[in-house]
């Protein structure tokens, strides 16, 4: 009989073992601590006290303290809640006090997903079935039947909801919710860090038309928000909200013991500088605690990642784990498919998980003891998210991080230093967004029709009205706006994506049983659904038989293959107008509006295993524009004397990737939300510049960011690639395929450029 | 760059709703206030009723009662109101305890589809018998911020009224009056808690197997002989109306009243006729798909005694073995087991019905405990259900095992 290792054997061999140990950069380990409580504040209702107490809580952590307080004085506050804090009392316990001094109180709260109100719903009723008194509490969504929506609207005390369903279901139907409006004391927000970029854009309209509609019906409601760690929790709360917030930060939340474990995959070509592969490592160290039933999650940065790695453990866990299953867990798998999973894991049927940053959120899927993460997230505040969910209840657990060889996860974990002691990223939105906020404007004139003069979030939209009178879509009678349309504005706007409607995925492989297994935006479609590509779901192959860009269709089949595909994407750019720019020296920044064109060309597919490229095809999918605003660093004439075309382009592809990466780590978002394309001649002015472009229709304020900051933004990137241990560069650094001898110097040359801020000579 | 540049720059994207592109052409986006009784209303037969500040036109037609709707006059309409009243048993579309004048014939034109709070009602048209007179009334919204006047005028008239009848209106037009009235409820008078006859809820029960669809058009060209000429259709009213606000042009509405007013008055002769075919026991010209479907209806509201009849009736049509197999049932609920035996015996008679043997099986082996007869039937009902074609493969492994199971039991009872 095997012999199970425990989780701290496990550590010790992990610390003595030549192999692992010598790739191990950085082991720290954060103490437990202790938690900080205070009695129950005298207000509270006796028999809300005596539930509390007969689930063993007597007493109340310092934040739940205070964001009691705030909350029963009124004021707005957002709470910083790090997993595992209480933080579900910060909310509930002063709106179930509030219900039971006023039952005609009403509270909605807000939850990103619908997954994570079904868990409140669960928790927030059992704790009322303790107390004993009649409060109703439901969630609102497209699963709710239709025989009890009519109850909800007019009796629930807290409905729990998403921004999706308030944008598109219950405020174009106000007037069906009356009684809610009219008795609305508290908002909450949960999980408000997730509001950001493209999606807390949205959020921040959809709040502005739920206040418009509450002082429509006369309430003046409360926001309580809780958040994870990101530099600028209130900032954002307000930003959102339009309310002024209070901060409560006061954790008093008891923390287990953590390991936090930086390990760099060994170096297997010295001058290319390439190292192994971190899904392989990735895999290794996640066996390591599978094989011993150490309950694991694995997160990986992308979709296909994710079914690599879970092809693999699956693999492994077939010979060594018994019946115990690994799962795969990511957006475009069914609810039902999710929902089974979260379950499976917090009985502890399913041993480990793969998953992409969906889990980051709060779905309860219990406690797991060890967190692999395949790759940087990309972000700190991801990175504790992600980090948080080994050992939520206070037991030891353990984090690796396994780098990859990108720019950016090399200096992360070359650089622990800047990872531990550095502010989470800032948490960016821009709600005034012309699209988005003229998109919203449409829903709100639906809703109840705009007086002349007024504003909306601090907004003048008198503009905005009479160009959508000009348009016949609102209709201007006696100073008011009238919507005057045909159609249901809340349809035709997804918060979600940038792009407007999803491929739906089909699987054919079973021809009399045909079936959606799953849709995604039709951006990523370009190039993970053309035709041929290998499309894996939960482990499965899958190709690509037909991809109907009109109908928004891909049509797939199973099957078994041992390569997976890679598509490229051509990106061409055009300056429309330059809004603001400084010129230094040899170079010139630049911020304004821009037309990106996007064009799938070819696929390359490339072996399970060694990752060998072995054959390749044509992507033949339409072109899609995007108008939006970018920053652009352009270099003159001097700066590239003498550099042939080639040595030129290579130059600036490898400036570039580097900034590609640091880039996004300063504008704290997604890499894939800003795009960073260099060009040799730049259509516009001739000369070699690099473009920085936000990928949403009329930009959401991330290059603009780059505009304002691209001195630091250049020198933590020559910071990247002066510690690079590689001579001419490396796929971690400038990036591959190099041909031109020394790109690493030519990148730097310019980066020494773009960072030069001393010798500045005009600005407008 | 510029908001208005912007605007104009992401144009595409911005009104991705579905503009009217006839729109821009014809934008007067400032308009000289419109001299509310212009002879231009006349010529439509309507003008402006003012409440306060406010003004909305309405729109009156008397008939006499010689004016025929298709085939029925007011009077035939009196009479199956008489003839409910005359009904002790009660039925959705009975209007016992009622008179002609108590009923508000009513259906609405909008600004779009779905019950949102943005889709307007810009017309409520009204039907109502006043002695022998047809009164048709129409409420038009002039503008859209003039609902105060609107719904006052409107809820005003018909405080006398008490049920409404509609073409779907459970679903589209009275929610959507809620939805309106929640806007202006402080202004105007309560809306009166109807009761309300949803025809299309009635075509559908006695016509759906007889027409694809059942859309009003359709069904007062089939079943009520009404043909209407140059009717404006009703999709086309929410942009006609968008075109008058830009316009003020009243002839623009011409079509869309028209066709309001004949949808009011087709639901007058419809309910003639729902109610005719109803409690009419000579079915002269009905079919025997509808009279079948009829007696099932009966039998959905528990009138059995009514459900009975009709089914007697179907006896000597070619619905015959559904109407004894539905005559068997209700005898069997009814706890007259010789009877649903007899409907039973004859429906095997002729046909092999797995369903009555089934039934037979069971009533002989539990009730009259003749378990040769039982066993009879339990393999006579085998027997047919092998030889039918299945779909479901679950379905039929479980039909199977209970027939096995029948068949062992009883077997074992007859020892």
């Given at each position: 009989?095997?012999?199970?290792?425990?989780?701290?054997?496990?550590?010790?061999?992990?610390?003595?073992?030549?192999?692992?140990?010598?790739?191990?950069?950085?082991?720290k380990?954060?103490?437990?601590?202790?938690?900080?409580?205070?009695a129950?504040?005298?207000?509270?209702?006796?028999?809300?006290?005596?539930?509390?107490?007969?689930?063993?809580?007597?007493?109340?952590?310092?934040?739940?303290?205070?964001?009691?307080?705030?909350?029963?004085?009124?004021?707005?506050?957002?709470?910083?809640?790090?997993?595992?804090?209480?933080?579900?009392?910060?909310?509930?316990?002063?709106?179930?006090?509030?219900?039971?001094?006023?039952?005609?109180?009403?509270?909605?709260?807000?939850?990103?997903?619908?997954?994570?109100?079904?868990?409140?719903?669960?928790?927030?009723?059992?704790?009322?079935?303790?107390?004993?008194?009649?409060?109703?509490?439901?969630?609102?969504?497209?699963?709710?039947?239709?025989?009890?929506?009519?109850?909800?609207?007019?009796?629930?005390?807290?409905?729990?909801?998403?921004?999706?369903?308030?944008?598109?279901?219950?405020?174009?139907?106000?007037?069906?919710?009356?009684?809610?409006?009219?008795?609305?004391?508290?908002?909450?927000?949960?999980e408000?860090?997730?509001?950001?970029?493209?999606?807390?854009?949205?959020?921040?309209?959809?709040?502005?038309?739920?206040?418009?509609?509450?002082?429509?019906?006369?309430?003046?409601?409360?926001?309580?928000?809780?958040?994870?760690?990101i530099?600028?929790?209130?900032?954002?709360?307000?930003?959102?909200?339009?309310?002024?917030?209070?901060?409560?930060?006061?954790?008093?939340?008891?923390?287990?013991?953590?390991?936090?474990?930086?390990?760099?995959?060994?170096?297997?070509?010295?001058?290319?500088?390439?190292?192994?592969?971190?899904?392989?490592?990735?895999?290794?160290?996640?066996?390591?605690?599978?094989?011993?039933?150490?309950?694991?999650?694995?997160?990986?940065?992308s979709?296909?990642?994710?079914?690599?790695?879970?092809?693999?453990?699956?693999?492994?866990?077939?010979?060594?784990?018994?019946?115990?299953?690994?799962?795969?867990?990511?957006?475009?798998?069914?609810?039902?498919?999710?929902?089974?999973?979260?379950?499976?894991?917090?009985?502890?049927?399913?041993?480990?998980?793969?998953?992409?940053?969906?889990?980051?959120?709060?779905?309860?899927?219990?406690?797991?003891q060890?967190?692999?993460?395949?790759g940087?997230?990309?972000?700190?505040?991801?990175?504790?998210?992600?980090?948080?969910?080994?050992?939520?209840?206070?037991?030891e657990?353990v984090?690796?991080?396994?780098?990859?060889?990108?720019?950016?996860?090399?200096?992360?974990?070359?650089n622990?230093?800047?990872?531990?002691?550095?502010?989470?990223?800032?948490?960016?939105?821009?709600?005034?967004?012309?699209?988005?906020?003229?998109?919203?404007?449409?829903?709100?004139?639906?809703?109840?029709?705009?007086?002349?003069?007024?504003?909306?979030?601090?907004?003048?939209?008198?503009?905005i009205?009479?160009?959508?009178?000009?348009?016949?879509?609102?209709?201007?009678?006696?100073?008011?706006?009238?919507?005057?349309?045909?159609?249901?504005?809340?349809?035709?706007?997804?918060?979600?994506?940038?792009?407007?409607?999803?491929?739906?995925?089909?699987?054919?492989?079973?021809?009399?049983?045909?079936?959606?297994?799953?849709?995604?935006?039709?951006?990523?479609?370009?190039?993970?659904?053309?035709?041929?590509?290998?499309?894996l779901?939960?482990?499965?192959?899958?190709?690509?038989?037909?991809?109907?860009?009109?109908?928004?269709?891909?049509?797939?089949?199973?099957?078994?293959?041992?390569?997976?595909?890679?598509?490229?994407?051509?990106?061409?750019?055009?300056?429309?107008?330059?809004?603001?720019?400084?010129?230094?020296?040899?170079?010139?920044?630049?911020?304004?509006?821009?037309?990106?064109?996007?064009?799938?060309?070819i696929?390359?597919?490339?072996?399970?295993?060694?990752?060998?490229?072995?054959?390749?095809?044509?992507?033949?999918l339409?072109?899609?524009?995007?108008?939006?605003?970018?920053?652009?660093?352009?270099?003159?004439?001097?700066?590239?004397?003498?550099?042939?075309?080639?040595e030129?382009?290579?130059?600036?592809?490898?400036?570039?990737?580097?900034?590609?990466?640091?880039?996004?780590?300063?504008?704290?978002?997604?890499?894939?939300?800003?795009?960073?394309?260099?060009?040799?001649?730049?259509?516009?002015?001739?000369?070699?510049?690099?473009?920085?472009?936000?990928?949403?229709?009329?930009?959401?304020?991330l290059?603009?960011?780059?505009?304002?900051?691209?001195?630091?933004?250049?020198?933590?990137?020559?910071?990247?690639?002066?510690?690079?241990?590689?001579?001419?560069?490396?796929?971690?650094?400038?990036?591959?395929?190099?041909?031109?001898?020394?790109?690493?110097?030519?990148?730097?040359?310019?980066?020494?450029?773009?960072?030069n801020?001393?010798?500045?000579?005009?600005?407008? | 760059?510029?908001?208005?540049?912007?605007?104009?720059?992401?144009?595409?994207?911005?009104?991705?709703?579905?503009?009217?592109p006839?729109?821009?052409?014809?934008?007067?986006?400032?308009?000289?206030?419109?001299?509310?009784?212009?002879?231009?209303?006349?010529?439509?037969?309507?003008?402006?009723?003012?409440?306060?500040?406010?003004?909305?036109?309405?729109?009156?037609?008397?008939?006499?009662?010689?004016?025929?709707?298709?085939?029925?006059?007011?009077?035939?309409?009196?009479?199956?109101?008489?003839?409910?009243?005359?009904?002790?048993?009660?039925?959705?579309?009975?209007?016992?305890?009622?008179?002609?004048?108590?009923?508000?014939?009513?259906?609405?034109?909008?600004?779009?589809?779905?019950?949102?709070?943005g889709?307007?009602?810009?017309?409520?048209g009204?039907?109502?018998?006043?002695e022998?007179?047809?009164?048709?009334?129409?409420?038009?919204?002039?503008?859209?911020?003039?609902?105060?006047?609107?719904y006052?005028?409107?809820?005003?008239?018909?405080?006398d009224?008490?049920?409404?009848?509609?073409?779907?209106?459970?679903?589209?037009?009275?929610?959507?009056v809620?939805?309106?009235?929640?806007?202006v409820?402080?202004?105007?008078?309560?809306?009166?808690?109807?009761?309300h006859?949803?025809?299309?809820?009635?075509?559908?029960?006695?016509?759906?197997?007889?027409?694809d669809?059942?859309?009003?058009?359709?069904?007062?060209?089939?079943?009520?002989?009404?043909?209407?000429?140059?009717?404006?259709?009703?999709?086309?009213?929410?942009?006609?109306?968008?075109?008058?606000?830009?316009?003020?042009?009243?002839?623009?509405?011409?079509?869309?009243?028209?066709?309001?007013?004949?949808?009011?008055?087709?639901?007058?002769?419809?309910?003639?006729?729902?109610?005719?075919?109803?409690?009419?026991?000579?079915?002269?010209?009905?079919?025997?798909?509808?009279?079948y479907?009829?007696?099932?209806?009966?039998?959905?509201?528990?009138?059995?005694?009514?459900?009975?009849?009709?089914?007697?009736?179907l006896?000597?049509?070619?619905?015959?073995?559904?109407?004894?197999?539905?005559?068997?049932?209700?005898?069997?609920?009814?706890?007259?087991?010789?009877?649903?035996?007899?409907?039973?015996?004859?429906?095997?008679?002729?046909?092999?019905?797995v369903?009555s043997?089934?039934?037979?099986?069971?009533?002989?082996?539990?009730?009259?405990?003749?378990?040769?007869?039982?066993?009879?039937?339990?393999?006579?009902?085998?027997?047919?259900?092998?030889?039918?074609?299945?779909?479901?493969?679950?379905?039929?492994?479980?039909?199977q095992?209970?027939?096995?199971?029948?068949?062992?039991?009883?077997e074992?009872?007859i020892?």
């Open positions: 009989m095997r012999i199970r290792k425990s989780l701290q054997e496990i550590l010790k061999i992990m610390n003595q073992n030549e192999m692992i140990a010598a790739n191990i950069a950085h082991w380990t954060i103490p437990e601590r202790a938690g900080r409580s205070v129950f504040p005298d207000q509270i209702h006796p028999k809300i006290r005596r539930a509390l107490e007969n689930r063993g809580i007597s007493s109340l952590y310092t934040h739940q303290y205070s964001a009691f307080e705030a909350a029963r004085s009124y004021d707005s506050f957002v709470a910083v809640t790090p997993t595992a804090s209480g933080k579900t009392l910060c909310y509930n316990l002063p709106v179930l006090q509030q219900v039971t001094e006023n039952e005609n109180s009403r509270a909605l709260y807000l939850f990103p997903t619908k997954a994570l109100a079904q868990d409140q719903k669960s928790e927030i009723n059992e704790l009322i079935e303790e107390i004993g008194i009649d409060i109703k509490s439901y969630t609102y969504d497209g699963d709710t039947p239709s025989n009890i929506r009519q109850v909800i609207r007019k009796a629930g005390h807290v409905v729990m909801t998403n921004p999706d369903m308030l944008h598109s279901a219950i405020l174009p139907h106000h007037t069906k919710w009356v009684s809610l409006f009219e008795n609305l004391k508290y908002i909450v927000i949960d408000l860090h997730t509001y950001r970029g493209v999606f807390g854009s949205h959020f921040a309209n959809v709040l502005r038309r739920l206040k418009r509609i509450c002082a429509y019906y006369g309430s003046r409601p409360t926001f309580i928000c809780t958040s994870a760690t530099a600028n929790p209130k900032e954002l709360a307000e930003k959102l909200t339009g309310d002024k917030m209070r901060l409560i930060d006061n954790n008093g939340a008891p923390v287990g013991k953590k390991h936090f474990v930086f390990y760099n995959p060994p170096i297997v070509n010295k001058p290319l500088n390439i190292r192994r592969s971190a899904t392989l490592e990735s895999k290794k160290l996640a066996s390591l605690f599978l094989e011993n039933e150490i309950q694991t999650i694995v997160f990986a940065r979709r296909v990642r994710v079914e690599i790695l879970l092809t693999y453990l699956q693999e492994m866990i077939k010979r060594k784990v018994g019946n115990k299953s690994i799962r795969g867990y990511r957006g475009g798998y069914l609810p039902k498919q999710r929902r089974e999973i979260e379950k499976g894991l917090r009985t502890g049927e399913i041993m480990g998980v793969v998953s992409t940053n969906a889990l980051e959120l709060g779905v309860d899927i219990g406690q797991l060890v967190c692999v993460m395949n940087y997230p990309g972000t700190i505040a991801s990175t504790w998210q992600q980090g948080g969910r080994a050992g939520r209840r206070q037991d657990s984090v690796v991080l396994v780098a990859s060889s990108t720019p950016l996860d090399q200096y992360i974990i070359q622990p230093e800047y990872f531990f002691n550095r502010n989470p990223e800032t948490a960016r939105i821009n709600p005034d967004n012309l699209i988005i906020l003229v998109d919203h404007l449409k829903c709100a004139a639906y809703e109840l029709p705009f007086k002349n003069g007024d504003t909306f979030g601090g907004v003048e939209i008198d503009d009205m009479y160009f959508l009178t000009e348009e016949g879509i609102l209709h201007e009678q006696g100073n008011r706006w009238y919507w005057m349309n045909d159609s249901f504005p809340a349809h035709n706007i997804s918060l979600r994506s940038a792009s407007q409607e999803n491929v739906v995925i089909i699987d054919q492989t079973d021809v009399a049983n045909v079936k959606v297994i799953g849709e995604m935006d039709r951006f990523s479609s370009m190039t993970l659904l053309h035709e041929e590509a290998i499309y779901h939960q482990g499965i192959q899958y190709q690509v038989e037909k991809l109907d860009y009109e109908e928004k269709k891909a049509y797939i089949r199973e099957v078994d293959v041992d390569y997976y595909t890679d598509a490229n994407l051509a990106v061409s750019l055009k300056v429309l107008e330059e809004d603001k720019q400084k010129s230094y020296l040899d170079s010139q920044v630049a911020f304004g509006d821009v037309t990106v064109n996007a064009m799938a060309t696929f390359k597919k490339i072996k399970f295993g060694t990752h060998e490229n072995i054959g390749s095809g044509p992507i033949t339409p072109e899609e524009e995007l108008h939006t605003s970018a920053s652009w660093i352009s270099f003159s004439e001097n700066m590239i004397e003498g550099l042939s075309e080639q030129l382009e290579e130059g600036l592809v490898g400036l570039s990737n580097v900034l590609r990466h640091v880039a996004p780590l300063f504008v704290m978002c997604d890499v894939s939300d800003l795009h960073v394309v260099p060009q040799v001649k730049a259509s516009h002015s001739q000369l070699p510049t690099v473009f920085f472009y936000d990928r949403y229709p009329g930009g959401i304020g290059s603009e960011y780059v505009y304002d900051h691209i001195s630091e933004i250049m020198k933590e990137a020559e910071l990247v690639i002066d510690r690079c241990p590689c001579e001419k560069g490396c796929p971690s650094c400038v990036g591959n395929e190099v041909q031109y001898r020394d790109v690493k110097s030519l990148a730097l040359k310019f980066m020494k450029e773009g960072r801020d001393s010798n500045y000579v005009t600005s407008k | 760059m510029s908001l208005q540049n912007k605007l104009n720059r992401f144009k595409k994207q911005l009104t991705h709703v579905g503009t009217d006839t729109s821009k052409k014809t934008i007067k986006p400032i308009k000289e206030k419109q001299e509310v009784n212009a002879p231009e209303w006349r010529a439509l037969q309507a003008r402006a009723i003012r409440f306060e500040d406010q003004h909305c036109i309405l729109r009156e037609k008397n008939l006499t009662k010689e004016y025929k709707i298709g085939q029925y006059t007011v009077n035939d309409l009196h009479d199956v109101i008489k003839r409910w009243n005359d009904r002790s048993q009660s039925h959705p579309l009975s209007a016992g305890g009622r008179q002609a004048g108590d009923l508000l014939f009513f259906d609405t034109e909008t600004t779009g589809l779905g019950s949102g709070a889709n307007t009602i810009f017309l409520l009204v039907a109502r018998v006043i022998d007179d047809i009164q048709v009334r129409q409420y038009f919204l002039p503008e859209p911020g003039n609902e105060v006047a609107l006052h005028h409107f809820l005003t008239d018909v405080q009224t008490s049920n409404l009848v509609t073409y779907n209106g459970k679903a589209f037009d009275w929610p959507q809620k939805t309106r009235h929640t806007f409820r402080d202004m105007v008078p309560k809306l009166p808690p109807f009761g006859f949803d025809l299309l809820h009635g075509a559908r029960r006695v016509w759906k197997k007889t027409y669809s059942l859309r009003l058009s359709i069904v007062e060209k089939e079943l009520l002989n009404i043909e209407r000429t140059e009717d404006t259709p009703g999709y086309l009213a929410p942009m006609l109306y968008f075109e008058y606000l830009r316009e003020k042009d009243p002839a623009i509405l011409d079509g869309v009243f028209r066709h309001n007013e004949w949808d009011v008055l087709t639901l007058i002769s419809l309910y003639t006729h729902l109610s005719n075919v109803l409690l009419d026991q000579s079915h002269g010209s009905l079919s025997t798909t509808e009279r479907e009829i007696a099932k209806w009966y039998e959905a509201i528990n009138d059995f005694t009514e459900a009975k009849q009709r089914y007697v009736c006896l000597d049509t070619s619905a015959r073995i559904k109407a004894k197999k539905a005559l068997a049932n209700l005898y069997k609920r009814g706890k007259d087991i010789d009877k649903a035996v007899f409907y039973w015996e004859s429906v095997i008679e002729t046909e092999e019905d369903e043997y089934i039934e037979l099986s069971k009533i002989y082996e539990h009730k009259y405990k003749d378990f040769e007869k039982a066993l009879y039937f339990a393999r006579k009902g085998y027997e047919a259900w092998k030889s039918m074609k299945r779909i479901l493969r679950k379905q039929e492994e479980k039909d095992a209970q027939f096995n199971k029948r068949i062992i039991r009883i074992s009872k020892g």
